[in-house]
């Protein structure tokens, strides 16, 4: 990633102190290394043909370029050994009910240190 953008990030963070804990999100997260500065890592898993379907409807690409982007990036497999916790985006698990279980964890660690 940018320097700058890590900067942006630094300087925007530093509003939510009080905050108990931040997100941020990035697409290459795992790609970039920048997953190296970050105490937890969430990884959003769906399967592929949802991720095309869905960024072909996003951004208005080909199924070609939707494939061709997806093969610069890590696979779903290494992703998910990297990260800390899993959000299954599989349109049969609710997101909603994983998101707020995580909530109370992240609440949780935050509170016994």
Do not use: G
Request: hydrophobic share 40%; with cysteine.
């Amino acid at each position: 990633m940018h320097p700058a953008v890590f900067r942006a990030f630094d300087a925007w963070v530093k509003n939510f102190d009080d905050a108990p804990y931040v997100l941020k999100e990035a697409a290459l997260l795992f790609e970039s290394d920048s997953y190296k500065m970050c105490d937890y890592t969430i990884m959003v898993q769906a399967p592929l043909e949802n991720r095309i379907r869905r960024v072909m409807q996003r951004d208005e690409l080909t199924r070609a370029e939707v494939e061709s982007r997806n093969s610069h990036q890590f696979s779903e497999e290494k992703k998910t050994k990297l990260a800390n916790y899993v959000i299954k985006n599989d349109d049969v698990q609710l997101v909603i009910p994983q998101v707020l279980t995580l909530h109370e964890e992240f609440l949780s660690l935050v509170s016994s240190q």
